[in-house]
């Protein structure tokens, strides 16, 4: 059976202190029982499962949705405090007590349930059952806290633990970090002097090609200009030797009408050796005289 312990303040008395234990089996809608006492009486009641009902459809609201109200007012205590009221009236013999809760709204308050309590005949008991109840749940209260306290301390040191791990993580970390810094700047320096190398290796390969090209090309235009110049000087020559084929059929007539038209000239040779032929003779017959 499950139990709860509520101080209220009724609402005819808000100075009187009142204690409110409810208990139940399983659940609050099958039923509870209400002891009440203000520490020198006690009154005790129970509630079945039909008037729970009962008062569900009075009040036209939903089975379920009541039970909350009940518990919200019966056994949240502080949580709820000012959202219900409380009512108590005994009679003067303190044999019975009307017993009533009430939910507060804005512009008033509806009634959630009421009963009568009967007075129990030894209240000392009662009380008793009460301090009982009460430092039960103060040992299982001290028992919950030692362990929570045990468990935080444990959490404490496991978090020192950690936190010294994480600070040595964090130092390995930043070394690691540094030792790749220093060898990816090693590598990279060597990079660059290869880059530089191999750029200087491709710029002295490419001033020899380029020469070589600048001279081929020197070359080429060389032959190209040699080549005109002997085309120039073929066509040249073949223009030379039409003009002069063409101009030498042409000349022969005119030195030959130059020759027909100019006096005849006399040769020489033949009379130096008709002269010749005439002094041998003089020459033969003086050496014969």
Not at 45 to 73: C, H, P, Q
Not at 183 to 201: G, H, P, Y
Not at 241 to 253: F, I, K, W
């Amino acid at each position: 059976m499950e139990k709860t312990l509520n101080r209220i303040h009724p609402v005819s008395d808000p100075e009187a202190t009142y204690f409110l234990q409810v208990s139940w089996e399983k659940d609050l809608g099958t039923g509870f029982g209400i002891l009440l006492s203000d520490g020198q009486c006690a009154w005790t009641g129970t509630v079945s499962e039909a008037e729970i009902s009962r008062e569900a459809a009075d009040m036209e609201m939903n089975r379920e949705k009541y039970v909350e109200e009940l518990k919200k007012a019966l056994i949240a205590g502080e949580e709820s405090a000012g959202k219900y009221n409380f009512a108590i009236s005994r009679d003067e013999e303190n044999t019975e007590c009307q017993f009533s809760y009430e939910r507060n709204l804005k512009d008033g308050s509806f009634r959630l349930g009421s009963l009568k309590l009967q007075n129990v005949s030894s209240p000392a008991e009662v009380v008793r059952e009460l301090i009982g109840y009460c430092l039960d749940c103060l040992g299982r209260l001290q028992a919950k806290t030692e362990h929570l306290q045990k468990e935080n301390e444990r959490l404490v040191s496991d978090w020192s633990d950690v936190e010294k791990r994480l600070e040595k993580c964090v130092e390995a970390k930043e070394e690691l970090e540094a030792d790749l810094y220093n060898r990816f700047i090693l590598v990279l320096n060597e990079k660059k002097a290869k880059i530089r190398n191999l750029q200087k290796l491709l710029n002295e390969a490419k001033e020899p090609a380029a020469d070589a090209k600048c001279t081929r090309n020197s070359v080429a235009t060389t032959q190209m200009a040699t080549g005109r110049e002997n085309d120039y000087d073929g066509s040249t020559d073949e223009e030379s030797e039409n003009l002069t084929r063409a101009s030498l059929p042409s000349g022969a007539p005119e030195r030959r009408h130059s020759l027909l038209g100019s006096p005849d000239v006399i040769d020489t040779a033949p009379r130096r050796k008709r002269r010749q032929r005439t002094a041998k003779p003089a020459g033969t017959g003086a050496k014969m005289a």
